[in-house]
C-alpha cells in the first residue's frame, strides 16, 4: 500500500491518483475533468508519472518494443502539412528521393532487426499511394519477409482510396498507420490539402480491412490543455492498437521552425495523460523524445511501452546502442518477436505470419 493516499487537487477537484489507476485497470478511461487535472501543475509530475506506471506495468510488464522507421520515398509531398520538412515549399535541407528498391528496404529491415526491431515501419510521402505504389510496397514486403519473416510490417503511405487497405492486407501488411496529429478543431490550422475527416476515413478504412490501426498525435504546436484532451478522446474513438506520441520537432524551413513550446515535465504529463486513456493499448514514445525530453527519457519509459529505434523521416535519432543502454539501465527488457505486445483480453488483430513466403509453411491462399 501506499504510504499517503495519492489525492491532489486540481482545477478546483480533488483527484485520486490510486481511483485514476483502479479505473484504468478496468480499462475505464478518466473523465474531461480528470484528464485536464494531469496536465496542470497542482499534481505532482513524479506522482503522476508513477501512477501511469503502475497501469503500464500492469498491463505491458517492464518490455519495451522497438519499432523503425523506412523512409521509402522522400520529400516532394503535394500537401502541406505545416509540421512537415517534405511539404509542398518546404525549404528544408533533407534527403528527398523516389522509391528505394525492395532490395534496398530488405537491408534496411535486416539491419534493424538484428538492432532489436520488432516492427518495421514502411513510410512513404504524399497524399497516398496509387496502385503501382501499393505493387512496390507488396515487393518490398515479399523481400523483407524473405529475409526477416518474423517481423511485424506497418505501412504508412497516406490517405488510402477504397479497397487499398485490403491489397495491403494481402501483400502481408499487418498495420496501417495514419496519425490525426492534431484535434479536429485545429485541424485546419496545420494543413489545408486535406481534412481530419480525410484522416478519420483512412484509419477506419485500415481497421476494416483488418489491418491493425496504429494512429496518433504531435503535440508542441501551441495546442492547449483543451486541444490535448480533444485529442486523446478523438483518438479513442478509433480504437486503435498503436498510439505514437510525436513531439515537434522544429525543422527548419517549415512553418513551425520557431516552436519550441514544449518542456520535459510537459512531455511527461502528456504521455501519463494518453497512458490512461489508453491503458492496455501500445503507447509509443515517437519523434521528437530525444530534444524535448532530454535527460528525463527514462521516465518516460515508465509510462510508455514502445519506442522507435533509429532515425526518424527525415532527422537523426540518438543512437541505438544509447536506446538499449538506456532501457537496460531503467530495468525494462526489449520485447522479443515471440512475445505478444497487446494484452490477451484486447483483441490483437496483429497475427505475425508464420506461412508462404520466408517459411516452409503454404501460403494462405
Ligand atoms: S505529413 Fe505526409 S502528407 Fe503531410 S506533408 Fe508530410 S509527407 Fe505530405
Redesign the pocket.
Known amino acids: 500500500m501506499l504510504a499517503r493516499p495519492w489525492v491532489g487537487e486540481a482545477l478546483g477537484m480533488t483527484i485520486s491518483l490510486d481511483e485514476l489507476v483502479a479505473k484504468a485497470l478496468r480499462r475505464g478511461a478518466p473523465t474531461r475533468d480528470e484528464a485536464l487535472a494531469l496536465l496542470t501543475d497542482e499534481l505532482d509530475v513524479l506522482d503522476v508519472v508513477a501512477a501511469a506506471g503502475r497501469v503500464r506495468r500492469h498491463f505491458f510488464g517492464r518490455r519495451v518494443k522497438l519499432n523503425t522507421i523506412i523512409n521509402v520515398r522522400s520529400g516532394l509531398?503535394?500537401?502541406?502539412?505545416s509540421?512537415?520538412?517534405?511539404?509542398?515549399g518546404?525549404t528544408s535541407d533533407i534527403l528527398t528521393y523516389s522509391w528505394i528498391s525492395p532490395v534496398e528496404a530488405a537491408e534496411a529491415a535486416d539491419r534493424a532487426a538484428q538492432a532489436g526491431a520488432k516492427r518495421i515501419c514502411l513510410v512513404a510521402?504524399?497524399?497516398g499511394p496509387g496502385q503501382r505504389d501499393i505493387g512496390r510496397v507488396a515487393e518490398m514486403i515479399e523481400a523483407i519477409r524473405a529475409r526477416q519473416p518474423g517481423v511485424e510490417i506497418c505501412a504508412c503511405l497516406?490517405?488510402l482510396k477504397p479497397g487499398q487497405a485490403d491489397r495491403l492486407r494481402e501483400a502481408g501488411v499487418d498495420a496501417y498507420s495514419h496519425n490525426l496529429?492534431t484535434n479536429e478543431t485545429r485541424y485546419a490550422d496545420i494543413?489545408s490539402?486535406?481534412a481530419f475527416a480525410d484522416r478519420v476515413d483512412t484509419v477506419r478504412q485500415a481497421t476494416g480491412a483488418g489491418l491493425s490501426p496504429c494512429s496518433g498525435a504531435i503535440f508542441g504546436m501551441g495546442e492547449s490543455d483543451e486541444d490535448v484532451v480533444d485529442m486523446a478522446f478523438q483518438l479513442r474513438e478509433l480504437d486503435p492498437d498503436s498510439v505514437p506520441i510525436n513531439f515537434l520537432i522544429p525543422m527548419q524551413g517549415t512553418p513551425l521552425e520557431a516552436d519550441w513550446h514544449l518542456t520535459p515535465v510537459r512531455c511527461l504529463r502528456i504521455l501519463a495523460l494518453f497512458r490512461f486513456c489508453f491503458p492496455d493499448v501500445e503507447v509509443r514514445l515517437a519523434g521528437g523524445r530525444e530534444i524535448h525530453l532530454r535527460s528525463l527519457q527514462p521516465l518516460a519509459l515508465q509510462v510508455a511501452n514502445s519506442i522507435f529505434l533509429g532515425d526518424y523521416?527525415t532527422s537523426e535519432g540518438q543512437p541505438g546502442a544509447d536506446d538499449r543502454q538506456m532501457i537496460a539501465d531503467a530495468g525494462f527488457t526489449i520485447e522479443g518477436t515471440d512475445e505478444q505486445t497487446l494484452p490477451q483480453a484486447r483483441h490483437d488483430l496483429v497475427a505475425i505470419r508464420r506461412r508462404g513466403v520466408g517459411t516452409d509453411q503454404p501460403a494462405n491462399a
Do not use: A
Not at 83 to 88: A, M
Open positions: 509531398c503535394p500537401e502541406d502539412c509540421y512537415c520538412s517534405q511539404r509542398l518546404s510521402s504524399g497524399r497516406g490517405l496529429n494543413c490539402t486535406h523521416l
